[in-house]
């Protein structure tokens, strides 16, 4: 996808704050350090524009970035980061699932997965949760550059299994680093814009 306009619009903290002009929603959900931020740059071809290692105690914060003024890519507070205190662990549970159940223009959540390691309790959470609310998703395993090539499928298989994910899933190799699996993703997306 040619990217002609792409902007940072608001770090929304209460749902008054979410844009109301109804253009479809792509939400980002991972722990922290996955690799969110890399992967919206590589899809905007931005280096910048969505901040890396974002802050980590920011739990209700969702950031919206507005792509073509036909799309919204919406980053959740990345999740799992130890020094994140109870109440607000609770408070981000509480965010996210009012968002998930009511948000009308959410068309898809994209769940990032570092293709590395096995995703954790907080990622089976969110599968969980995406399913109950029949939300559409797409597992995104990220940062592939990191493993060979020969291991990426094994790796998806045990990532599969851990989320217990339906064996119909959709999975996008991606790698921010060389922009693997970008032009996939974006057909993806807008695939599901026309449903
Ligand atoms: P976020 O906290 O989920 O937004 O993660 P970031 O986008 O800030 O990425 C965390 C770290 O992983 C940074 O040092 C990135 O450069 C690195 N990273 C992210 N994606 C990739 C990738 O696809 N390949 C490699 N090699 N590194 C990546």
Redesign the pocket.
Known sequence: MKITEAEFIISAVRPEQYPEDALPEFALA??????????INRMIQRKNL?R???QPGKTQQLNYYRVNQKLYFV?FP?YGYAKVSKVQREQFGQMIETFLGDREPLKMVLL?IDIRHAPSKDDCLMYKWLRHYNIPLTIVT?????IPKSQWQKHIKMIKETLEADPHDRVVL????TGLGRDELWEVLLSQMEE
Request: aromatic share 4%; glycine share 12%; proline share 0%.
């Open positions: 991972g722990r922290s350090n996955v690799g969110k931020s890399s992967l969505a890396t290692s974002s980053d990345g990032i990220t940062k592939a550059d990191k991606f790698s921010s680093e």
